[in-house]
């Protein structure tokens, strides 16, 4: 499923994403430490793309692998590969009117943990979520369906965030 637009916050997105997380602790729940809900579906009242994102971490490197076909098999989800080169074995899915995008990542993987920086970060700091989705809106709607353009303009602002994230921890 390819969801292409940026919609208000929708408070079935946490349902949606333990709805998901029980499926995938019924997968590979024993090969994984935790199953979390990142991106801006994860912080209240944020703007986002419908797509659950999640966070699956493996007990340790050795496993990563199995869990990755594991999921393959499954056959729910379309594998992507590691697109960004960053250890994110990444799935996508749809669901209706939203879509999941899975990461399958190792316990000391830098881009899961800054992404769980930056999420706590927006989640407890309420004008900094509220910067975000005003660039999030103006991004959507001047990347006219080119979300390479979209993903890319958010960049400064995540790395100011996750500054201010690793200097207050």
């Known amino acids: 499923m390819s969801v292409r637009k940026v919609v208000d916050y929708d408070p079935e997105w946490p349902l949606l994403f333990e709805r ?3 499926r995938l602790n019924g997968l590979i729940g024993h090969l994984v430490d935790d199953i979390h809900h990142i991106g801006s579906t994860s912080i209240p009242g944020l703007c986002a793309k419908p797509k659950i994102d999640i966070d699956a971490v493996v007990r340790h490197d050795a496993v990563l692998g199995e869990a990755v076909e594991r999921v393959k098999t499954f056959g729910e989800f379309t594998f992507h590969g590691d697109p960004y080169d960053q250890g994110k074995w990444t799935f996508t899915a749809g669901r209706g ?10 316990p000391d993987n830098v881009a ?3 992404r769980i920086l930056f999420r706590d ?11 975000y989705a005003a660039l999030k809106r103006r ?4 990347a006219g369906g080119d ?15 996750l500054r201010k994230a690793t200097t207050a921890a």
Do not use: M
């Open 20 to 22: 998901e997380r029980q």
């Open 147 to 161: 979300w390479n353009f979209y993903t890319g303009g958010k960049s400064d602002f995540v790395a100011r965030i």
């Open 121 to 131: 970060w927006l989640r407890g700091h309420p004008d900094d979520a509220a910067e």
């Open 97 to 106: 009117s939203y879509g999941i995008r899975l990461y399958l990542c190792g």
């Open 139 to 142: 991004l959507s709607a001047d």
């Open 112 to 114: 899961h943990i800054n």
